[in-house]
T-cell receptor, first 117, second 110 residues
Framework: GAVVSQHPSWVICKSGTSVKIECRSL??????MFWYRQFPKQSLMLMAT?????????EQGVEKDKFLINHASLTLSTLTVTSAHPEDSSFYIC?????????????FGPGTRLTVL | RKEVEQDPGPFNVPEGATVAFNCTYS??????FFWYRQDCRKEPKLLMS???SGNEDGRFTAQLNRASQYISLLIRDSKLSDSATYLC???????????FGGGTRVLVKP
């Protein structure tokens, strides 16, 4: 199957700093990428949908100025958590789709565990 | 009410036994259904899609009941390696956004 990578796999930062997470599709071109967040013992919650070359679509309740998403190429999307606070500590997972909306499978990255002190 | 609901478990299953669990969804317009498996501190991985007629993949059998709006997963001859959280995932036709259930934790014990 298709491979999606994320970097870094984990990060610890001080409160108030910004953290950038990269999501790459390694062997296919991803027209759409998705960013999810998962708190401990909870399920994945979609944060935003990112289409290459256009602005991301954020889910209700997700602050677009706090979670900046850039999808500059067909193989790379980045999520920047600006001015991170302890409540932003979570497991951030991206996924990518290589086909039109009718083709449903999304391939998930390995996730990035963010801890904000 | 959550869009996708699952019994969180854990289901403690003796090795070799059969375990089955359901997932209910609230949106009758949902079009696609999946079971994902997630191991601790890892990303979810697609286990199988769920088709209207039901489908089987080795020891795993998935069923869809549109009238009652639930899907099920049955694991036969459980292995220790089947221990994981099983996520029910539903996709509405428009927008192609996946909605995840909270997961059902399965622990297979010797």
């Amino acid at each position: 199957g298709a491979v999606v990578s994320q970097h870094p796999s984990w990060v610890i930062c001080k409160s108030g700093t910004s953290v950038k997470i990269e999501c790459r599709s390694l062997d296919f071109q991803a027209t759409t990428m998705f960013w999810y967040r998962q708190f401990p013992k909870q399920s994945l919650m979609l944060m935003a949908t990112s289409n290459e070359g256009s602005k991301a679509t954020y889910e209700q309740g997700v602050e677009k100025d706090k979670f900046l998403i850039n999808h500059a190429s067909l193989t790379l999307s980045t999520l920047t958590v600006t001015s991170a606070h302890p409540e932003d500590s979570s497991f951030y997972i991206c996924s990518a789709r290589d086909g039109p909306p009718a083709y449903n499978e999304q391939f998930f990255g390995p996730g990035t565990r963010l801890t904000v002190l | 009410r959550k869009e996708v609901e699952q019994d969180p478990g854990p289901f403690n299953v003796p090795e070799g036994a059969t375990v089955a669990f359901n997932c209910t969804y609230s949106n009758s317009a949902s079009q696609s259904f999946f079971w994902y498996r997630q191991d601790c501190r890892k990303e979810p991985k697609l286990l199988m899609s769920v088709y209207s007629s039901g489908n089987e993949d080795g020891r795993f059998t998935a069923q869809l009941n549109r009238a009652s709006q639930y899907i099920s997963l049955l694991i036969r001859d459980s292995k220790l390696s089947d221990s994981a959280t099983y996520l029910c995932v539903v996709n509405k036709a428009a927008g192609n956004k996946l909605t995840f259930g909270g997961g059902t934790r399965v622990l297979v014990k010797p």
